[in-house]
Protein backbone atom coordinates (compact mmCIF):
# COMPACT_ATOMS: atom_id res chain seq x y z
CA UNK A 1 0.00 0.00 0.00
CA UNK A 2 2.05 2.92 -1.15
CA UNK A 3 0.53 5.77 0.83
CA UNK A 4 1.65 3.40 4.26
CA UNK A 5 5.00 2.64 2.34
CA UNK A 6 5.82 6.49 2.01
CA UNK A 7 4.69 7.29 5.56
CA UNK A 8 6.61 4.38 6.50
CA UNK A 9 9.56 6.31 5.09
CA UNK A 10 8.70 9.58 5.77
CA UNK A 11 8.21 9.08 9.65
CA UNK A 12 9.32 5.32 10.48
CA UNK A 13 12.31 5.25 12.52
CA UNK A 14 14.98 1.93 12.43
CA UNK A 15 15.83 1.45 15.38
CA UNK A 16 18.98 -0.98 16.76
CA UNK A 17 17.50 -4.72 17.08
CA UNK A 18 15.70 -4.03 13.45
CA UNK A 19 12.75 -2.77 15.19
CA UNK A 20 11.07 0.05 13.25
CA UNK A 21 9.49 2.97 15.32
CA UNK A 22 6.54 3.97 13.91
CA UNK A 23 4.58 5.33 17.23
CA UNK A 24 4.25 8.86 15.81
CA UNK A 25 1.24 7.39 13.13
CA UNK A 26 0.29 3.52 14.54
CA UNK A 27 1.17 2.16 17.52
CA UNK A 28 0.93 5.34 20.19
CA UNK A 29 -0.66 8.82 18.31
CA UNK A 30 -2.45 7.26 16.09
CA UNK A 31 -3.19 8.69 12.24
CA UNK A 32 -7.40 8.00 11.99
CA UNK A 33 -7.71 8.34 8.03
CA UNK A 34 -4.91 6.32 7.64
CA UNK A 35 -6.13 3.66 9.73
CA UNK A 36 -9.81 4.19 8.33
CA UNK A 37 -7.59 4.04 4.41
CA UNK A 38 -6.14 0.09 5.73
CA UNK A 39 -9.44 -0.93 7.29
CA UNK A 40 -10.68 -0.36 3.67
CA UNK A 41 -7.87 -1.88 2.17
CA UNK A 42 -8.16 -5.35 4.22
CA UNK A 43 -11.51 -5.45 3.57
CA UNK A 44 -11.08 -5.20 -0.17
CA UNK A 45 -8.67 -7.85 0.64
CA UNK A 46 -10.99 -10.20 2.30
CA UNK A 47 -14.26 -9.41 1.16
CA UNK A 48 -15.64 -12.39 -0.53
CA UNK A 49 -13.76 -14.82 2.31
CA UNK A 50 -17.53 -14.83 4.37
CA UNK A 51 -15.07 -13.16 7.24
CA UNK A 52 -17.51 -12.83 10.69
CA UNK A 53 -15.69 -11.71 12.98
CA UNK A 54 -11.70 -9.95 13.47
CA UNK A 55 -9.91 -10.98 16.25
CA UNK A 56 -6.84 -8.85 17.54
CA UNK A 57 -4.86 -9.01 20.39
CA UNK A 58 -4.77 -5.87 22.50
CA UNK A 59 -3.49 -2.78 22.54
CA UNK A 60 -1.82 -2.18 19.00
CA UNK A 61 -4.20 -4.47 16.82
CA UNK A 62 -7.10 -2.86 18.24
CA UNK A 63 -7.21 0.19 15.96
CA UNK A 64 -6.64 -1.81 12.42
CA UNK A 65 -8.95 -4.58 13.54
CA UNK A 66 -11.81 -1.72 14.45
CA UNK A 67 -11.31 -0.08 10.93
CA UNK A 68 -11.27 -3.30 9.12
CA UNK A 69 -14.36 -4.82 10.74
CA UNK A 70 -15.75 -1.42 10.02
CA UNK A 71 -15.72 -2.05 6.42
CA UNK A 72 -16.31 -5.73 6.52
CA UNK A 73 -19.12 -4.88 8.46
CA UNK A 74 -18.20 -7.46 11.35
CA UNK A 75 -17.90 -7.28 15.09
CA UNK A 76 -14.09 -6.97 16.35
CA UNK A 77 -12.60 -9.67 19.41
CA UNK A 78 -9.92 -8.34 21.16
CA UNK A 79 -8.17 -11.26 22.98
CA UNK A 80 -7.06 -9.68 26.59
CA UNK A 81 -3.13 -9.64 28.37
CA UNK A 82 -4.89 -9.96 31.33
CA UNK A 83 -7.62 -10.93 33.07
CA UNK A 84 -9.99 -8.18 34.39
CA UNK A 85 -12.50 -8.53 36.92
CA UNK A 86 -15.37 -8.97 34.69
CA UNK A 87 -13.12 -12.20 32.84
CA UNK A 88 -12.75 -14.76 34.83
CA UNK A 89 -13.21 -17.86 33.45
CA UNK A 90 -15.10 -19.69 30.77
CA UNK A 91 -12.05 -18.38 28.89
CA UNK A 92 -10.00 -19.81 25.78
CA UNK A 93 -6.46 -18.79 26.61
CA UNK A 94 -3.05 -19.35 25.05
CA UNK A 95 0.81 -18.50 25.71
CA UNK A 96 2.17 -15.82 24.04
CA UNK A 97 6.16 -15.33 23.98
CA UNK A 98 6.98 -11.81 23.56
CA UNK A 99 10.46 -11.43 21.74
CA UNK A 100 10.87 -7.93 21.66
CA UNK A 101 9.75 -7.52 25.38
CA UNK A 102 11.02 -11.10 26.66
CA UNK A 103 7.74 -11.91 28.83
CA UNK A 104 5.14 -14.19 28.11
CA UNK A 105 1.43 -13.65 28.30
CA UNK A 106 -1.35 -15.55 28.53
CA UNK A 107 -3.87 -14.22 26.29
CA UNK A 108 -7.63 -15.03 27.10
CA UNK A 109 -10.94 -14.70 24.92
CA UNK A 110 -14.32 -15.07 26.37
CA UNK A 111 -15.84 -18.13 25.50
CA UNK A 112 -19.21 -16.37 24.51
CA UNK A 113 -18.00 -14.42 21.38
CA UNK A 114 -16.68 -17.45 19.28
CA UNK A 115 -18.90 -20.33 17.30
CA UNK A 116 -17.77 -22.90 15.71
CA UNK A 117 -19.44 -21.29 12.89
CA UNK A 118 -17.32 -18.47 12.88
CA UNK A 119 -15.04 -17.32 9.96
CA UNK A 120 -12.59 -14.86 11.29
CA UNK A 121 -9.92 -12.64 10.09
CA UNK A 122 -6.80 -11.44 12.08
CA UNK A 123 -5.51 -8.61 11.98
CA UNK A 124 -2.53 -6.82 13.90
CA UNK A 125 -0.26 -4.00 13.41
CA UNK A 126 3.20 -6.27 13.61
CA UNK A 127 4.14 -9.08 11.86
CA UNK A 128 7.50 -10.42 13.14
CA UNK A 129 8.08 -13.69 14.66
CA UNK A 130 4.24 -14.13 14.81
CA UNK A 131 3.92 -14.81 18.20
CA UNK A 132 0.79 -13.04 18.24
CA UNK A 133 -0.93 -14.63 15.45
CA UNK A 134 0.27 -18.43 16.52
CA UNK A 135 -1.26 -17.38 20.10
CA UNK A 136 -4.84 -16.44 17.75
CA UNK A 137 -4.59 -19.64 15.63
CA UNK A 138 -3.78 -21.95 18.91
CA UNK A 139 -7.23 -20.47 20.43
CA UNK A 140 -9.05 -20.86 17.07
CA UNK A 141 -8.03 -24.50 17.51
CA UNK A 142 -9.31 -24.84 20.47
CA UNK A 143 -12.69 -23.31 19.17
CA UNK A 144 -13.25 -25.17 16.98
CA UNK A 145 -13.24 -22.27 14.51
CA UNK A 146 -11.90 -21.44 10.95
CA UNK A 147 -9.15 -18.92 10.44
CA UNK A 148 -9.65 -17.46 6.87
CA UNK A 149 -7.03 -14.98 7.24
CA UNK A 150 -4.43 -13.06 8.87
CA UNK A 151 -3.88 -9.30 7.65
CA UNK A 152 -1.14 -7.09 9.01
CA UNK A 153 -0.41 -3.63 9.01
CA UNK A 154 3.37 -4.21 8.84
CA UNK A 155 5.23 -7.52 8.19
CA UNK A 156 9.37 -7.84 8.71
CA UNK A 157 9.26 -10.26 6.07
CA UNK A 158 12.65 -11.44 7.61
CA UNK A 159 11.69 -13.04 10.61
CA UNK A 160 9.72 -16.39 11.42
CA UNK A 161 6.05 -15.03 11.52
CA UNK A 162 5.47 -14.43 8.00
CA UNK A 163 6.44 -18.07 7.09
CA UNK A 164 4.27 -19.68 9.60
CA UNK A 165 1.14 -18.05 8.20
CA UNK A 166 2.80 -19.28 4.82
CA UNK A 167 3.09 -22.84 6.22
CA UNK A 168 -0.45 -22.93 7.98
CA UNK A 169 -2.03 -22.45 4.61
CA UNK A 170 -3.78 -19.52 5.91
CA UNK A 171 -3.69 -16.73 3.58
CA UNK A 172 -1.80 -13.71 4.45
CA UNK A 173 -2.18 -9.68 3.61
CA UNK A 174 0.20 -7.36 4.69
CA UNK A 175 -0.21 -3.58 3.77
CA UNK A 176 3.60 -3.09 3.83
CA UNK A 177 6.32 -6.11 3.67
CA UNK A 178 9.58 -5.15 4.53
CA UNK A 179 12.17 -7.16 3.27
CA UNK A 180 15.40 -5.85 5.56
CA UNK A 181 16.72 -2.83 6.80
CA UNK A 182 20.12 -0.98 5.62
CA UNK A 183 21.78 1.17 7.18
CA UNK A 184 18.93 2.77 8.63
CA UNK A 185 16.93 2.83 5.82
CA UNK A 186 13.72 0.44 4.98
CA UNK A 187 13.92 -1.85 2.38
CA UNK A 188 10.83 -3.11 1.09
CA UNK A 189 9.90 -6.64 -0.02
CA UNK A 190 8.94 -6.09 -3.74
CA UNK A 191 5.94 -8.15 -4.85
P1 LIG B 1 4.87 -10.89 16.84
O1 LIG B 1 4.50 -9.43 16.86
O2 LIG B 1 4.89 -11.38 15.43
O3 LIG B 1 4.00 -11.68 17.74
O4 LIG B 1 6.36 -11.13 17.31
P2 LIG B 1 7.30 -10.60 18.47
O5 LIG B 1 7.19 -11.54 19.63
O6 LIG B 1 8.63 -10.44 17.86
O7 LIG B 1 6.73 -9.18 18.86
C1 LIG B 1 6.56 -8.77 20.18
C2 LIG B 1 5.98 -7.40 20.25
O8 LIG B 1 6.84 -6.46 19.59
C3 LIG B 1 4.63 -7.24 19.59
O9 LIG B 1 3.92 -6.27 20.30
C4 LIG B 1 4.98 -6.66 18.22
O10 LIG B 1 3.92 -5.93 17.66
C5 LIG B 1 6.14 -5.78 18.56
N1 LIG B 1 7.07 -5.58 17.45
C6 LIG B 1 7.76 -6.51 16.78
N2 LIG B 1 8.56 -5.94 15.87
C7 LIG B 1 8.35 -4.60 15.97
C8 LIG B 1 8.90 -3.47 15.29
O11 LIG B 1 9.75 -3.56 14.40
N3 LIG B 1 8.43 -2.25 15.68
C9 LIG B 1 7.50 -2.10 16.66
N4 LIG B 1 7.10 -0.86 16.95
N5 LIG B 1 6.98 -3.14 17.34
C10 LIG B 1 7.41 -4.37 16.98
P3 LIG B 1 3.11 -6.66 21.61
O12 LIG B 1 3.99 -7.22 22.65
O13 LIG B 1 1.97 -7.54 21.20
O14 LIG B 1 2.63 -5.29 22.16
P4 LIG B 1 1.43 -4.29 21.94
O15 LIG B 1 2.09 -3.04 21.46
O16 LIG B 1 0.47 -4.79 20.91
O17 LIG B 1 0.81 -4.19 23.28
Known amino acids: MKILEDRIRQDGTVLPGNVLKVDNFLNHQIDPQLMDQMGAEFARH ?7 KVLTVESSGIAPAVMAGLHLQVPVIFARKHKSLTLQDNLYTAKVYSYTKQVN ?3 SI ?19 NGQAVQGLFDIAATA ?38 ADGQVIFAQD
Open 144 to 181: GITVAGVGVVIEKRFQKGHQMVVDAGVPLVALASIASF
Open 110 to 128: DRRFLSPEDRVLIVDDFLA
Open 105 to 107: NDI
Open 46 to 52: FKDAGIT
